[in-house]
């Protein structure tokens, strides 16, 4: 139950005061309690921001700009008697809003739906066994594991704590991590900045272990009681979407200020002013694209469902954007390379005998082998020492759920387990005959585990973990005669040949600790013990993860594995990938830290310049080799999954969490989640963000040609002193029917086959670069050009202006249908596109093409417009010249391809 007002509250109370209050016990709760608790204080969730519902979207369609030239142009309509023009220009402003509401409505929704993927889990102990759930699952009296990288998911009374460190700056302010001490018991009006035996929801642990019972949840935590207020928090814009609406307000006070022009020339030439408000108007809003920052928008959302299909998240819109330039990919190695399921092989003792072991994964199934037969008993007692050692230095858990096997937490510390399990040994037995009085949890610096048991009236030291750190520890090693003094260059050299052969060598160790008074447990006292043994540890790699590497170098991207593994093991790995070949090609940890330390970052940025592989690399050493990159110039993309992690996937282009065994702040730092942790879907990410950024070209290249393509007939006609070529409502209804159908429909454009065999776009290069410029100048000539000489030939040869206008309204509608064909690929020919690949595109043609048609013969419409049917035989003369347009774009990407 949640405590209120009338209870002890939890900071003020003994732990077993607490427990007894919320009906729980260390064990955990039983299933069914769960259930019932659920059922009675609901989810564990926070109040979320309302988002606007269709109608103020609708409404908010009106807060713009151009939508006040309109409203303009129809008073001044109505104030000359002009009532059909007036309906006109208000149903067009109609429906515009609609369909700017439903695009905006439809991005809203898809972006609600990415969110709703990205769950986080919280690790409990329920029916005395760990679990790992959705954090929305928890109840009040759950208890709850928690490790350094990890958001604390509801508020809780802390039971254990060992080292905890936690950054408050969420809830208080406070920017320094908090110590925090579960024995504390204080005062009820202690303010909860100084609550140090509780942990709040949202906060985040930054270094230690602890294990808490839950208090509050949902809307009755800390964070839930202020959660308005941090609701209330003004979200700002992704830096693409800002770049993209100062981009379309530089085109609009362009394209206002030719309209201007044109409508100061029109007046000269006699117009009368009412006109002239209306021709401005109208030609603002057909030839702004006023929509591009919403077409965008949609573009961007499709593509991120696009890749949440393929295994990407992608937190922010920004992300895909920037993975179309992505140069270089710094990877973590274990389950983004591998498949993440570390099997136990080969057993090394200090005498130099080798014990190979059968089985992989998960299943505790397999048999010890010395030179193909089972050990004797000596070698059994060796085995068993080792395996107890390492399943007492261990914070993993194995066991059996539902019929199968599962595991919780570090991928090592579940190997170790596996591994003792074949030799009969489990860590639940080896605690309750060697109870633990004190342990050093596995921090990434320190690169060991080890805990301290009681052993018949002694103490005993109980190590693993990477074996340079291990030996270092030792004076003594087991062999088949005993313990005899180390030899530490026999065992260094048995480790190298260990790596060679690929595996990732761990070492384990034992030895008596005697500790006086109330002397704490630290790493000082890890002196003097006595080597077991080496571990040969094998993690297969994934079968995609060749063919992705190479995928990568046809892209034109370099990537680099970053591991804590020995040199010479992780150019095994490297030379099965086909990533380096030699030790010249990988940059040790050790390596790093001399160039740090000289302070000489040139030969830092040499030594990564050639470096293909990062081995025996520190965490903090990440931030400093994705710097490097990018002072080499390249647009980094890094990996990460740990909370010491963050640094680097915030200092990166495009950070990359694993969705997996990511930690929560390296999930919430990232750019990008990837929900299988599999390098393949990289890959994959960075091909749906190039096809991404395509169609926002594509777009925009419609949008602008065409505008810019009615401004050049106007300008044409009115210096050869001609009257307008359009109507204001006949510019309006050209702007709906191009930019309110078919615009859009070039957001659904799928990949065309070749987006991972080009070179990744300049990062600095521009939207509006010379490819867009030439194809958008050239277009809007042509366009503009035959429009105009349509209009005047007309014109000389008798027909009325009215004649002349519905032609080339008819015209430009089939410029129009022409370049959003032309839109779909920049380099390859219209020819080579299945136009049935989309078919959003095809409908939104023949649909804008049926809708003018249907305006010709409808009565009110066509007199609105003033236009009405043509010919069978006009119509395919007309279709025949806006072909040109088709042309011109082909032999434009013919050139480019052969000349360029």
């Known amino acids: 139950m949640n405590f209120n007002k009338n209870q002890i509250q939890p900071h003020a109370a003994a732990t077993a005061d607490v427990l007894k209050t919320l009906n729980s016990s260390r064990h955990g709760l039983a299933l069914d309690e769960v259930n ?193 207020t941090l609701l209330a928090r003004r979200k700002t814009k992704p830096p693409l979407l800002i770049r993209m609406e100062r981009f379309t307000f530089r085109i609009t006070v362009l394209m206002l200020m030719a309209s201007l022009l044109i409508g100061i020339a029109a007046y000269t030439q006699g117009m009368g002013w009412i006109q002239v408000i209306m021709v401005i108007a109208a030609l603002a809003v057909a030839a702004i694209p006023e929509g591009l920052p919403v077409a965008m ?64 994964g998960l299943i505790p199934e397999g048999m010890f082998r010395f030179n193909g037969n089972p050990p004797d008993k000596n070698l059994q007692s060796i085995i068993q020492r080792i395996a107890k050692a390492s399943v007492l230095a261990n914070e993993g858990f194995l066991g059996r759920h539902d019929g199968l096997w599962t595991g ?68 003594q090693m087991l062999t088949m005669d005993g313990e005899v003094p180390i030899n530490r260059e026999n065992i260094i050299s048995q480790a190298k040949s260990m790596a060679d052969q690929g595996f990732r060598v761990m070492a384990v160790a034992d030895g008596e600790i005697p500790l006086r008074g109330k002397q704490v447990f630290s790493p000082e006292h890890l002196r003097g013990l006595c080597l077991l043994g080496l571990v040969g540890m094998i993690d297969p790699l994934r079968k995609e993860a060749v063919d992705a590497i190479q995928n990568c170098r046809n892209a034109g991207i370099s990537v680099a594995m970053i591991t804590g593994d020995h040199p010479n093991t992780a150019l095994a ?55 490097s990159l990018q002072r080499l110039g390249h647009f980094v993309a890094v990996t990460g999954d740990g909370a010491n992690d963050a640094p680097a996937l915030r200092a990166s282009h495009v950070g990359v969490a694993m969705g997996k065994k990511g930690t929560d702040v390296a999930r919430e730092t990232s750019d990008m989640i990837i929900t299988d942790d599999n390098f393949a879907s990289i890959i994959s990410g960075i091909e749906e963000g190039r096809i991404a950024y395509a169609n926002v070209r594509k777009v925009i290249f419609l949008l602008l040609s065409t505008g810019v393509g009615e401004i050049v007939l106007f300008i044409l006609s009115l210096l050869s002193g001609y009257t307008i070529p359009l109507t204001a409502v006949q510019l309006l209804w050209l702007n709906l029917v191009t930019n309110g159908i078919q615009d859009v429909a070039l957001a ?23 490819i867009m410029i030439e194809r958008v100048a050239s277009s809007a000539l042509v366009i503009g050009f035959i429009s105009y000489i349509t209009f005047t030939s007309l014109l000389a040869n008798g027909h009325t202006v009215d004649e002349a206008r519905n032609v080339v309204l008819l015209l430009m509608v089939f410029f129009e249908n022409t370049q959003a064909f032309n839109s779909r690929s ?62 011109l774009s082909e032999g434009y990407k013919l050139f480019k391809k052969k000349f360029t």
């Open 36 to 228: 019932q608790r659920l059922a009675t204080y609901g989810m564990n969730v926070l109040p979320r921001p309302r988002l606007p519902g269709p109608i103020i979207i609708f409404f908010k369609q009106f807060l713009n700009p151009l939508i006040y030239i309109l409203l303009i142009a129809a008073v001044a309509s109505l104030a000359i008697g002009k009532y059909s023009d007036a309906s006109f220009i208000m149903i067009v402003l109609l429906l515009n809003s609609i369909i700017g509401a439903i695009q905006e409505y439809s991005a809203q929704k898809s972006a609600e739906s990415l969110h709703q993927l990205i769950n986080l889990h919280a690790k409990v102990i329920r029916d005395q066994e760990a679990y790992e759930i959705e954090t929305d699952k928890l109840v009040p009296g759950d208890i709850t594991l928690l490790e350094s990288g990890d958001r604390v998911p509801a508020d809780l009374r802390l039971l254990e704590s060992r080292n905890l460190q936690i950054d408050e700056s969420l809830l208080t302010g406070e920017s320094l991590p908090v110590s925090k001490n579960h024995e504390d018991i204080l005062k009820a009006d202690t303010p909860v900045a100084e609550r140090s035996n509780m942990a709040f929801t949202g906060t985040l642990v930054t270094t230690g272990r602890a294990v808490g019972v839950i208090s509050h949840t949902g809307i009755h935590t800390q964070l839930g009681r202020i959660a308005e």
């Open 297 to 360: 928008t949609i573009a961007l959302s499709i593509a991120m469902r696009r890749m949440a299909k393929r295994n990407v998240i992608a937190r922010k819109l920004v992300t895909v954007e920037a993975l179309g330039s992505c140069t270089f990919i710094a990877t973590d190695k274990t389950g983004t390379l591998t498949v993440n399921e570390l099997t136990v092989r080969k057993l090394a003792l200090a005498g130099g005998e080798e014990l190979n072991i059968s089985g992989a």
């Open 408 to 475: 919780h937490g570090d991928a090592v510390d579940i190997a170790f387990l596996v591994m003792a399990r074949k030799a009969g040994i489990t860590r639940q037995e080896s605690l309750h005959q060697f109870p633990e009085i004190s342990s050093i949890p596995y921090e990434s610096e320190q690169r060991y585990a080890a805990a301290l048991n009681k052993n018949d009236g002694s103490t005993i030291a109980h190590v693993k973990g990477a074996f340079e750190q291990v030996v270092m520890m030792c004076d």
């Open 573 to 627: 790995i490297a030379r099965d990938l086909g990533m380096a070949d030699s030790l010249e090609e990988v940059v040790s940890g050790q390596q790093i830290n001399h160039l740090l330390k000289e302070k000489d970052q040139a030969a830092f940025d040499d030594l990564v310049k050639g470096a293909k592989v990062f081995a025996r690399v520190e965490p903090h050493h990440k931030l400093q080799i994705v710097q």
């Open 748 to 770: 659904f454009e799928p990949g065309e086959g070749d987006e991972l065999k080009q070179k990744p776009r300049p990062p600095r290069e521009p939207i509006f670069n010379r």
């Open 826 to 887: 920049e380099r390859r020919s219209v020819f080579l596109h299945n136009p049935f690949q989309n078919v959003f595109l095809v409908i939104s043609v023949i649909a804008a093409l049926l809708l003018h048609i249907t305006a010709m013969h409808l009565p009110v419409l066509s007199d609105i417009l003033v236009v009405k049917p043509v010919s069978l035989e006009e119509g395919l003369f007309l279709l025949l010249l806006a072909t040109s347009l088709l042309w």
